[in-house]
T-cell receptor
């Protein structure tokens, strides 16, 4: 069965500093990995995905994520955080054979001015 | 990217009434639509998967007679919460998946906040 862990409920970072939101996963086949961001009372917005190819994936709003197969991780990163990045971030995974997504529990990012 | 809309964005109803939420794929044909429920500060919980023209497949623990899902066309799916109760209050999010997209990617609607008084 697929599963996703986001070990941190909350991440606080000062504006201008680099940020990392962690995600680890478990799937039976090849993983398709996604990051979404959710602002209050809004749906999910797609940030980036890893399907195949380069392990470093660049996405929207300056975010990037690195796929690490040996550590089964897909951490989300940004070199310089903005206050407007404050939101709820979800990592999701599905395997190459499946249809459904499995979402992690979410990590709330607070960027302090 | 593909666009999915939901209507209404917010609804308040009395206990015992039924509420219908619409999910539309605006610029693609969604052969499959998913309905999720999200509790405050919690992750998304998949409720059901519906394929156009077929009965929805419900996840374990989701009452199919309470949460009626219809996917009558390739651009519209509806979720009807029947005889709503306060515990049904939640944020409901749909997503669509189209055959033209690779890797079974899902596109999410903006969500509907249901409050049952």
């Amino acid at each position: 069965a697929q599963s996703v862990a986001q070990p941190e409920d909350q991440v606080n970072v000062a504006e201008g500093n680099p940020l990392t939101v962690k995600c680890t996963y478990s799937v039976s086949g090849n993983p398709y990995l996604f990051w979404y961001v959710q602002y209050p009372n809004r749906g999910l917005q797609f940030l980036l995905k890893y399907i195949t190819g380069d392990n470093l994936v660049k996405g929207s709003y300056g975010f990037e994520a690195e796929f690490n197969k040996s550590q089964t991780s897909f951490h989300l990163k940004k070199p310089s955080a903005l206050v407007s990045d404050s939101a709820l971030y979800f990592c999701a995974v599905r395997d190459s054979e499946g249809q459904n997504f499995v979402f992690g529990p979410g990590t709330r990012l607070s960027v302090l001015p | 990217g593909a666009v999915v809309s939901q209507h209404p964005s917010r609804v308040i109803c009395k206990s015992g009434t039924s509420v219908k939420i619409e999910c539309r794929s605006l610029d693609f044909q969604a052969t499959t639509m998913f309905w999720y429920r999200q509790f405050p500060k919690k992750s998304l919980m998949l409720m059901a998967t519906s394929n156009e023209g077929s009965k929805a497949t419900y996840e374990q623990g989701v009452e199919k007679d309470k949460f009626l899902i219809n996917h009558a066309s390739l651009t519209l799916s509806t979720l009807t919460v029947t005889s709503a109760h306060p515990e049904d209050s939640s944020f409901y999010i749909c997503s669509g998946q189209g055959a033209i997209f690779s890797y079974n990617e899902q596109f999410f609607g903006p969500g509907t906040r249901l409050t049952v008084l």
